[in-house]
T-cell receptor, first 117, second 116 residues
Framework: DAGVIQSPRHEVTEMGQEVTLRCKPISGHNSLFWYRQTMMRGLELLIYFNNNVPIDDSGMPEDRFSAKMPNASFSTLKIQPSEPRDSAVYFC???????????????FGPGTRLTVL | AQSVSQHNHHVILSEAASLELGCNYSYGGTVNLFWYVQYPGQHLQLLLKYFSGDPLVKGIKGFEAEFIKSKFSFNLRKPSVQWSDTAEYFCAVTFLYGGATNKLIFGTGTLLAVQP
């Protein structure tokens, strides 16, 4: 099993540029989560999907952030325009959840380290 | 709002010392509890989890945790740490309250450094 795959692993960009982070969940998993990790705020859940539908996006910081899951095997997190305060490690995780009211272990990807200059 | 607190931000131990990392959460209802570990430069991995049953949970690499409902706590323990345990440890909780329960709330993490 390849695990959760994220790309790119590192991204350096300039303020104002659009950034797209990609995630491929584990095959068969139907829940996908995007997290942001910073020294100041720790690990924060940004958004999660169940069966490709966004269930909770209350953690998305502002309108500059958007996430999509067009199919069960792919998701993107986009920041447009990016700002220096967006610099963080962004993790994607997936799990299999029979329903939104059940819970199973989340498996994390290696993360994307984003630096916005 | 539900929250998870980890009291120790940095812990430094010598090899063979015993470890206990504190974790408390803010909700009195039904919870699922987890400890994740993040080794330097790596992604988060599950150490152990508690859903129900025996409140003393054993995980990988000799770690265990005890759920004490009356204290809203889920402390992580290891009787004898090794240099390879140097990592950041995160307590995490899902709060079950009649709606979606997939939301995992993380504590701020504890950075453990084990000196050889």
């Amino acid at each position: 099993d390849a695990g959760v795959i994220q790309s790119p692993r590192h991204e350096v960009t300039e303020m104002g540029q659009e950034v797209t982070l990609r995630c491929k969940p584990i095959s068969g998993h139907n829940s996908l989560f995007w997290y942001r990790q910073t020294m100041m705020r720790g690990l924060e859940l940004l958004i999660y999907f169940n069966n490709n539908v966004p269930i909770d996006d209350s953690g998305m910081p502002e309108d500059r952030f958007s996430a999509k899951m067009p199919n069960a095997s792919f998701s993107t997190l986009k920041i447009q325009p990016s700002e220096p305060r967006d610099s963080a490690v962004y993790f994607c995780a997936s799990s299999f959840s029979p329903s939104v009211s059940s819970y199973n272990e989340q498996f994390f990807g290696p993360g994307t380290r984003l630096t916005v200059l | 709002a539900q929250s998870v607190s980890q009291h120790n931000h940095h812990v430094i131990l010598s090899e063979a010392a015993s470890l206990e990392l504190g974790c408390n959460y803010s909700y009195g209802g039904t919870v699922n509890l987890f400890w994740y570990v993040q080794y330097p430069g790596q992604h988060l991995q599950l150490l152990l989890k508690y859903f129900s049953g025996d409140p003393l949970v054993k995980g990988i690499k000799g770690f265990e945790a005890e759920f004490i409902k009356s204290k809203f706590s889920f402390n992580l323990r290891k009787p004898s740490v090794q240099w390879s345990d140097t990592a950041e440890y995160f307590c995490a909780v899902t709060f079950l309250y009649g709606g979606a329960t997939n939301k995992l709330i993380f504590g701020t993490g504890t950075l453990l450094a084990v000196q050889p």
